[in-house]
């Protein structure tokens, strides 16, 4: 493994929008503790052995034979000269986790297979290779999925999953040694073109842009292990996938590009528990491009002003890869951010070890009050449409809780599925849910949430692909009647194991009451009453949630403790400049270790985090959209715009517009609506319209007068009514 000095491009070469906020080299406390934590990652099972990897290699090898055997066919097939015949060529290129070098054992390889000009996607790729590679004994399980937003061939090659997209080229000949990352690969490519050679570009970038490869990649296994034990990695259920999480990391190995995996994992906490979103992590600047395609712009299009944890990709056309994150999984996500802040912390102290970083997030002993979700179906091919189908609409069910007991009541998904053995096609979600912190407890008050389920079940039942026995069941489930099957081993662990959130659990109650015998009590008395609660039979709707039992972690105060940049106080002859954090890092070298040091990263990152996209473009390209907008009748004034930008960002803290300043208001995270709340809270308010604004696609469709509606103008609508 070893993790220094590889792959290094040279001390403090700058590869971010920024100037790294730290130059500083390891400590004999990091190189240990780097040594610790990749020793902790091998126990835990996550690199795969020599064997396994010789046969991905030879299963790659294999998967590029057959695209090569099938062009030609293709080709022939076609009636194409001989010539071309002869020089017909496809490739395969991989992306993901196996290329950025973090994949696990078991984990499937994402391929991209690419082709000429003639070689259709519908009956070339998804007719004649499906149909190979349905005849290949080394293949099994193999599903198409050709109308996904990416779509692709899944399967198994000898034991090996595998997700093949496909990229038709507008070549006439593929060369063998085409490189995918040229912008000039897009011209005149289909949309499911542009979006399939988007992985291979971003993993390119990815690595073309960290300064050490190693340490990245140790780096990155373990915040994605982390984030796993911590059930905050799913992009699906609104948390963070795979490439967020590579796009996370990547950011920060560029802004401390000496540092060792140790540091880098304290640094990831540190930075993103002071992050201001909804202001973008980037890892160059968004190019433009020359081909028009739409780029993630909150200033031009409307619906990326409501994305609340911008992730941007770092390969032209530069896009948001966090759009499913929502308030509640924010809200988790910071939450988990901090723990993981005070446990570095810890650590230093020696107070913690990585054993307590990677406790398991104790989701069935966390919450008094469940929502479980059983669906079922026929047969395994229809559980996993069914599935993907309602998965997808999982977050739905989270907001609309939310919303429609007013932001009292708070959501936390959890991002596994379970499966009962007892049960044939058939699995379960669960949904902790809790009263928001700070809403007072009125006696037997109580959340009646029979009609938003109701509705859920009715939007997730008009899947147009639903067949008989596709079934769904939503339930409320106390703490105690949680079925067993959820466990490891199919049994309920008797004692909950003394960990770091029980622990600082405790400390909270502690800190909060003032006298320590008094707050003893009160834990008691916690207990019997959740002994009580638990012991209700079956409870059934509505349901009376109280506070946390335990309470856990302190939301992070994004934004309640920083500092002004217009006010940015020197600190003891430090300077920060105004075009970033400049010498700072060189400076912080000579001062390692001091708590001034510490004060002056925290204003560094604070600056970093708080400059808004929005401010970072020219005076001359807003005056070329101003033109644009005269022509386009469409576009929204101007006016309208910056008044939307101003008051999205100020709400959470973030700076205005206008003046360059950062506001230091309290964040209100829950109360800003990211594009799914505003599906939701649009299809509350017209019900006339059905919403449909999933990934990329955002169109309205009116039922009255059976005609499509421009979604822009439908949140201009809502943003004025608001
Ligand atoms: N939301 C997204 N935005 C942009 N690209 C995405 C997004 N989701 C997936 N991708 C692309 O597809 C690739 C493969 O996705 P996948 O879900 O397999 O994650 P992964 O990074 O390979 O991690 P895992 O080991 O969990 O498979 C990503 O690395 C990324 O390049
Ligand atoms: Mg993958
Ligand atoms: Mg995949």
Known sequence: ???????????????????????????????????????????????????????????????????????????????????????????????????????????????????????????????????????????????????????VLKFKFSGVSIDLLYAKLSLFVIPEDLDVSQDSILQNADEQTVRSLNGCRVTDQILRLVPNIQNFRTTLRCMRYWAKRRGVYSNVAGFLGGINWALLVARICQLYPNALPNMLVSRFFRVYTQWRWPNPVLLCEIEEGSLGLQIWDPRRNPKDRYHLMPIITPAYPCMNSSYNVSSSTLRIMSEEFQRGNDICEAMEANRADWNTMFEPYAFFDAYRNYLQIDISASNADDLRSWKGWVESRLRQLTLKIERHTYNMLQCHPCPCDFTDKSRPFHCSYFMGLQRKQGVPVNEGEQFDIRLTVDEFKHAVNIYTMKKSGMEIYVSHVRRKNIPNFVFPGGVRPSRPKSTWDMRRATELRMERSPESKAVLNVSAEDGNKRRREDSDPNPGYPIRVGCPPAPSLEVAEVGLTTVSTASLPSIKG?????????????????????????????????????????????????????????????????????????????????????????????????????????????????????????????????????????????FYLFREAC
């Not at 971010?16 to 126990?43: A, C, R, W």
């Not at 970072?616 to 005269?630: A, C, I, M, P």
């Not at 308010?685 to 039922?703: A, G, K, T």
């Open 1 to 151: 493994m070893g993790s220094s000095g590889a792959g290094h491009r040279g001390s403090g070469q700058r590869l971010g929008i920024t100037d790294p906020i730290s130059l500083s080299g390891p400590t004999e406390y990091d190189v240990m503790k780097t040594l610790e934590l990749e020793k902790f990652l091998q126990e835990a099972g996550l690199y795969e052995s020599q064997e396994e990897s010789l046969n991905r290699e030879e299963v790659l090898g294999r998967l590029d034979q057959i695209v090569k055997m099938w062009i030609k066919s293709i080709t022939r097939a076609k009636g194409l000269d001989e010539q071309l015949v002869q020089e017909a060529n496809a490739k395969i290129f991989t992306f993901g986790s196996y290329r950025l070098g973090v994949h696990g054992p078991g984990a499937d390889i994402d391929t991209l297979c690419v082709g000429p000009r003639h070689a259709t996607r519908e009956e070339d790729f998804f007719g004649e290779l499906h149909r190979m590679l349905s005849e290949m004994s080394e293949v099994s399980e193999l599903h198409p999925v050709p109308d996904a937003h990416v779509p």
């Open 574 to 714: 430090y300077e920060l400049h105004d075009n970033g954090v400049g010498e700072l890092g060189t400076r912080m070298v000579e001062n390692a270790g001091s708590e001034n040091s510490k004060e002056v990263e925290n204003l560094a990152i604070e600056k970093i985090s708080a400059v808004p996209y929005v401010e970072s473009q020219s005076l001359t390209e807003e005056l070329e959209s101003d033109v644009g907008y005269k022509n386009d009748p469409n576009e929204i004034p101007k006016s309208a715009k910056n008044s939307n930008v101003v008051s999205l960002t100020s709400d959470v803290g973030a700076p205005s517009t206008s003046s360059g300043k950062v506001s230091n208001s309290p964040a209100s995270l829950c109360m800003e609506p990211g594009p799914e709340e505003l599906e939701v809270w649009l299809a509350d308010l017209l019900p006339f319209v059905v919403f449909h604004l999933s990934e990329q696609i955002c169109c309205c469709y009116c039922l009255c007068c059976t005609c499509f509606l421009h979604v822009d103008f439908l």
